[in-house]
């Protein structure tokens, strides 16, 4: 794992920002896995500020979002399709074609779950997957248990999740139970991954992920085991790494 200590959010979201343009840029057609929640909101921000000057362009890009919550449609403004359409995809000349996250609509699991998977495998490798971590050490949806699961699959919520998810919905009780999300093996196929944190309230996961035994205890720390896996972390996430 490389560490690329940031000072704070706002400089990791240049950073981010910078590794995904430069991935774009290097190569035109890039296969980007993306994230939602807070952590990359700066970097999407920054990339779309680079793409108005006309310094990246996003038209032969694909995408695949790690997750979505089930039983949410893409019109839903709390679901993971929006978040991507109106925090990023709306504002740069991206295909929407080629733009693709779970499909929470379906309610049959193993069916949406399957589409995903063949979805990916007929891609290939994504040439660079963007994560951030939850507070209990997760990637996409993939919550502490006693495995690591593989293809994408319908994903109980921890109880600490819904707690940490809920600041964004109007009450806990409109946190969907459940989701879709990648599974490890998804995530690891990807060429290189960049795992971004800010805040204090991750420094435990991210000493866990960088530190602690690999274990499905700490989803993230499987990415130990990744050839070429960038952290990208400010001072706060990174204080209990010494
Ligand atoms: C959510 C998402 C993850 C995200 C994580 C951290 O539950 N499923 O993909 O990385 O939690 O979110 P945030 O960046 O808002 O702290």
């Given at each position: 794992?490389?560490?690329?200590?940031?000072?704070?959010?706002?400089?990791?979201?240049?950073?981010?920002?910078?590794?995904?343009?430069?991935?774009?840029?290097?190569?035109?057609?890039?296969?980007?896995?993306?994230?939602?929640?807070?952590?990359?909101?700066?970097?999407?921000?920054?990339?779309?500020?680079?793409?108005?000057?006309?310094?990246?362009?996003?038209?032969?890009?694909?995408?695949?979002?790690?997750?979505?919550?089930?039983?949410?449609?893409?019109?839903?403004?709390?679901?993971?399709?929006?978040?991507?359409?109106?925090?990023?995809?709306?504002?740069?000349?991206?295909?929407?074609?080629?733009?693709?996250?779970?499909?929470?609509?379906?309610?049959?699991?193993e069916a949406a779950c399957?589409?995903?998977?063949?979805?990916?495998?007929?891609?290939?490798?994504?040439?660079?997957?963007?994560?951030?971590?939850?507070?209990?050490?997760?990637?996409?949806?993939?919550?502490?248990?006693?495995?690591?699961?593989?293809?994408?699959?319908?994903?109980?919520?921890?109880?600490?999740?819904i707690q940490a998810n809920?600041?964004?919905?109007?009450?806990?009780?409109?946190?969907?139970?459940?989701?879709?999300?990648?599974?490890?093996?998804?995530?690891?196929?990807?060429?290189?991954?960049?795992?971004?944190?800010?805040?204090?309230?991750?420094?435990?996961?991210?000493?866990?992920?960088?530190?602690?035994?690999?274990?499905?205890?700490?989803?993230?720390?499987?990415?130990?085991?990744?050839?070429?896996?960038?952290?990208?972390?400010?001072?706060?996430?990174?204080?209990?790494?010494?």
């Amino acid at each position: 794992m490389r560490i690329i200590r940031c000072k704070d959010y706002d400089d990791m979201s240049r950073k981010t920002a910078n590794i995904i343009s430069a991935q774009v840029i290097l190569k035109p057609n890039a296969k980007l896995g993306l994230a939602t929640g807070t952590t990359p909101i700066g970097a999407y921000k920054q990339l779309i500020a680079w793409y108005n000057k006309g310094d990246v362009d996003f038209s032969e890009v694909s995408t695949y979002n790690l997750d979505e919550y089930l039983g949410l449609g893409p019109d839903d403004p709390q679901s993971y399709r929006y978040f991507m359409n109106d925090t990023f995809f709306n504002h740069i000349n991206i295909d929407k074609a080629k733009t693709h996250v779970p499909d929470g609509s379906n309610l049959d699991a193993e069916a949406a779950c399957a589409a995903y998977d063949e979805l990916m495998a007929a891609a290939g490798p994504l040439d660079l997957q963007l994560l951030g971590i939850g507070r209990n050490g997760h990637v996409g949806f993939n919550e502490p248990g006693d495995s690591f699961s593989k293809g994408t699959h319908c994903v109980e919520l921890a109880e600490s999740t819904i707690q940490a998810n809920s600041r964004l919905f109007d009450s806990i009780d409109d946190v969907p139970r459940k989701a879709y999300s990648m599974g490890v093996q998804n995530i690891m196929s990807a060429k290189t991954i960049l795992i971004a944190a800010s805040g204090a309230d991750k420094a435990q996961a991210v000493y866990d992920m960088i530190y602690g035994p690999v274990s499905p205890q700490c989803t993230a720390s499987i990415l130990q085991l990744h050839a070429d896996c960038f952290v990208v972390a400010d001072e706060a996430a990174l204080s209990l790494c010494k």
